[in-house]
């Protein structure tokens, strides 16, 4: 079975194998292999990264074994069945605490042979980093193991290993439900796309249908959902979610594409050669992957403050024993240490909050984005399906130039159907409902970056979009009494959609899109919460951004504003040393989103704006940024009172074996006490606490 190995440290192989690579079956059977062997403690697969862990009792010798038993080990399965389970739980290593509890029966020969035997991965690991010139955390615990034997003080060795192994196992369990929730969140999302038949003909069939071969057509601002060869088009990708580049590519005729990536402008057509399933578990992969490697800067921060303070402990260790002569003394300076529970304590809260947001209906793509929501002083706002509901209908559709109404809706929603957004939605269901099926009697449809669409309607060019987009860049003109319906619309509220055939206007479609009911609520809790500048940015004309921005709340807005004039607002409030959120749903947002500190958007919105989201809103409700606030504020504020327990209480613990007022056990017994405490604190509800009472910060 050919793997790669991603790292090998003494006592810890784990290989990356190639996708499906084991079902249960096989998982089992090299399971039943390698636990043949005495120097192996347990193996562990995650099938979604595809990765394979083997822990073990080092030698040369064992190493050399356990890697020719998986490179000779012949897979027999498919390697499927192991996606729903991933779903559930991943397994975790042995519980520590019925092993220790078992252990305290055995006689104390018995237990100190154990301990021995435990403490071997510890101390390799610890001179591993010492050869390598790194004197960090490991190098710190293993100081602290050898002080005990060489003082035959199995007891606190146990105590120190009990803690390690709790430590691991609070870590693992808490990865594993975060991941679980974060794989549930993402599989569960349906995609419909559009591909053509043997005749030619655009159909819109369900992703879990395409089959290798099947031709896809995928638009601006439309994900693709098959690894595949661009059979015709031009277009720019964006391929940031696999390469980290943020700049888009040209992809033309030849050119390959992979699943999870988007198209930013142009129309590609793309033959599929990996479809299904396989992609959509690997683009999964990809953001668990990178969802995880996202840390929060507090946390990265606390990993560097950990490891920078082990020679401190070592040089403290040395001048206690300069000072007294005590090796005791000295030995005990290396029983407590700050770095362990810093290291531990931190990652943990982050990850616990990630999946306690994703119970509560946020999707945090990486640690770092709670700490920039807590961090931020100014929210702005799109506003068609992001502070109105999330399905506009059309209030009326006003014909002109000759057409009647049901033709010109009828036109505009053949138009609209190949571009995902809630007021393009608007118009298709409109239609729907009125029974107005249509044929593609349409040229190519292209969606032009200034807000709108184009294409060529029974050799007459057709546009539709905002009054911008249709009036100033089109050039078409407008009667009076065409611009009095319009300005009658826009007075109600409404937003208008211009539709022109030919140079002329052809129909005025008015969407009615009611703000969402909870908007007024969740400014007000935004603003309490310490976002001082709340901001709606829209395409509307001024007397209707003025009548909404006045209904939802906002102090400021800004109307008729173009895709890259939002873009331009929020790096300019960046610039001006705000910490921004941006909050939108459409393809014209994807660029505003980049911009912000922290862009978030709803699960429902393009496929390109949930791309480029840090954070997306799962059901649509915009209540949601509230918890998201909440939620990020106080793990930072957890985050931020576990460093001050663990340097007050451990500076105690320290000074109280300086004194020599409590034994290297007792001292190693509080110390990793802390260590655990701090952890499971970290993992502690946000929100709220089980039975509806309310968690100790949301007290404050």
């Known amino acids: 079975m050919d793997g790669l190995v991603v790292t090998d440290i003494r006592g810890r192989l784990r290989f990356r194998l190639p996708p499906r690579a084991l079902d249960a079956a096989d998982f089992e059977r090299l399971n039943r292999l390698l636990g043949s062997r005495r120097e192996v403690e347990y193996c562990r697969f995650n099938p979604l990264t595809n990765g394979f862990l083997v822990v073990y009792a080092y030698s040369p010798a064992a190493r050399k074994n356990i890697v020719g038993l998986l490179a000779a080990f012949q897979p027999q399965g498919s390697g499927e069945g192991y996606i729903e389970a991933a779903a559930n739980e991943e397994a975790l290593p042995p519980n520590p605490i019925w092993q220790h509890l078992a252990q305290k029966v055995l006689p104390l020969p018995v237990r100190a042979v154990i301990s021995s035997f435990k403490a071997v991965p510890h101390v390799l690991s610890g001179l591993a980093s010492l050869f390598r010139g790194r004197l960090n955390v490991e190098v710190l615990d293993a100081a602290a193991l050898a002080v005990c034997f060489l003082r035959r003080d199995f007891r606190a060795a146990g105590t120190l290993l009990f803690f390690f192994a709790l430590s691991h196992f609070l870590e693992m369990w808490t990865k594993q ?11 569960g999302q349906a995609e419909k796309v559009w591909v053509l038949n043997k005749d030619g003909a655009e159909l819109l069939v369900e992703e879990s249908e395409l089959k290798e071969g099947n031709l896809v057509v995928v638009r601006s601002g439309g994900l693709i959902p098959v690894d595949g060869i661009v059979e015709r088009g031009e277009a720019m990708v964006n391929q940031a979610s696999m390469t980290g580049e943020p700049l888009a590519v040209r992809r033309v005729s030849g050119g390959a594409v992979f699943a999870g990536t988007s198209v930013e402008e142009g129309e590609l057509v793309i033959r599929a050669s990996r479809v299904g399933g396989e992609t959509r578990v690997n683009s999964i992969i990809r953001y668990i992957e990178e969802s995880e490697a996202s840390k929060a800067g507090i946390q990265g921060r606390a990993e560097r403050l950990a490891d920078s303070i082990v020679p401190f402990s070592f040089i403290l260790s040395a001048l206690v024993y300069l000072l007294t002569r005590d090796p005791l003394k000295a030995g005990n300076v290396l029983l407590v240490d700050y770095s362990c529970a810093i290291r531990l304590s931190t990652p943990l809260a982050v990850l616990s909050a990630m999946r306690e947001g994703n119970e509560n209906g946020l999707m945090i793509k990486g640690g770092r984005y709670l700490e920039e929501i807590a961090a931020a002083d100014a929210i702005v706002f799109d506003k068609t399906g992001t502070l109105t509901r999330a399905r506009p209908r059309v209030a009326a559709v006003i014909p002109f130039g000759g057409f009647d109404r049901r033709e010109a809706l009828r036109l505009a929603a053949c138009l609209e159907e190949h571009f995902p957004h809630p007021v393009g939605r608007a118009v298709v269901n409109q239609a729907r409902k009125e029974h107005l099926n249509h044929e593609e009697e349409h040229a190519r449809v292209d969606y032009v970056v200034a807000h709108g669409i184009s294409s060529t309607w029974r050799e007459r060019k057709v546009v539709l979009g905002s009054r911008h987009f249709v009036l100033q860049d089109e050039g078409v003109s407008l009667s009076e009494a065409e611009g009095e319906a319009a300005e009658a619309e826009a007075a109600k509220g409404r937003s208008i959609l211009y539709m022109a055939v030919g140079g002329r206007l052809a129909a005025l479609i008015a ?59 929020v790096e300019n409030l960046v610039n001006c040393g705000r ?3 941006m909050v939108g749903d459409g393809l014209n947002d994807s660029a505003a989103l980049s911009r912000a500190h922290v862009g978030i958007s709803m699960s429902d919105s393009s496929a390109l704006a949930r791309d480029v989201a840090n954070v997306l809103l799962l059901g649509g409700r915009l209540e949601c940024l509230h918890t998201a606030r909440t939620l990020s504020t106080r793990v930072m504020r957890r985050i931020r009172s576990n460093f001050r327990l663990i340097v007050s209480l ?6 109280l074996g300086l004194l020599g007022l409590a034994g290297p056990g007792l001292t190693a017994l509080l110390h990793n006490a802390v260590t655990a405490w701090v952890a499971y604190r970290g993992t502690r509800p946000y929100l709220a606490l089980p039975g509806g009472k309310k968690s100790v910060e949301s007290k404050k």
Not at 177 to 187: E, F, H, K, T
Not at 530 to 545: C, H, K
Not at 650 to 655: A, I, M
């Open 511 to 569: 969407i009615e899109d009611q703000l969402r009911p909870q908007v007024r609520e969740t400014l007000a809790n935004l603003k309490n919460s310490g976002l001082d500048r709340t901001i709606m940015l829209t395409g509307d004309i001024e007397s209707t951004a003025a009548a909404l921005a006045r209904e939802a709340g906002f102090q400021e807005y800004r109307s008729q504003m173009l895709p890259d004039q939002k873009a331009a607002f």
């Open 650 to 655: 451990n500076t105690v613990f320290l000074g």
């Open 177 to 187: 439900r975060s991941r679980a929730g974060l794989y549930r969140s993402l599989a």
């Open 579 to 581: 910490r921004v959120i």
